[in-house]
């Protein structure tokens, strides 16, 4: 059974930094695509980021770029978001979701991935 579990969320002024941390278990990374979420307070679930070692693709939400930073760690079990300069209106619930294989055009859509994490909630305060 795949589990997904967020880590690393917490409150912190605007501009600063955290690194979020997926860790995975019954998943392996070479067979699986992964994406961050985030769930603002009122607000639909949006598509922040999306990695896939097998095709060497990442790809980032315009708004992000250049702050965000996705990777892997050397064991392929957990999945990072670094988080630079970040901003009030990124407050709100990350996900990371798990996808049997690469999702190509479908990275950005919320219902074509497998396997949800529970979230880690991250403030971000003006």
């Known amino acids: 059974e795949v589990q997904l579990v967020e880590s690393g969320g917490g409150s912190v002024q605007a501009g600063g930094s955290l690194r979020l941390s997926c860790a995975a278990s019954?998943?392996?990374?070479?067979?699986?695509?992964v994406g961050w979420f985030r769930q603002a307070p009122g607000k639909e679930r949006e598509w922040i980021s999306y990695i896939n070692n097998g095709d060497s693709s990442i790809y980032y939400t315009e708004s992000v770029k250049g702050r965000f930073t996705i990777s892997a760690d050397n064991a392929k079990n957990s999945v990072y978001l670094q988080k630079n300069g970040l901003e009030p209106e990124e407050t709100g619930r990350y996900y990371c979701?798990?996808?049997?294989?690469?999702?190509?055009?479908?990275?950005?859509?919320?219902?074509?991935?497998?396997?949800w994490g529970r979230g880690t909630q991250v403030t971000v305060s003006s």
């Open positions: 019954g998943f392996t990374f070479d067979e699986y695509a």
């Open positions: 979701a798990a996808a049997g294989k690469p999702l190509k055009a479908l990275y950005l859509v919320w219902g074509a991935y497998d396997y």
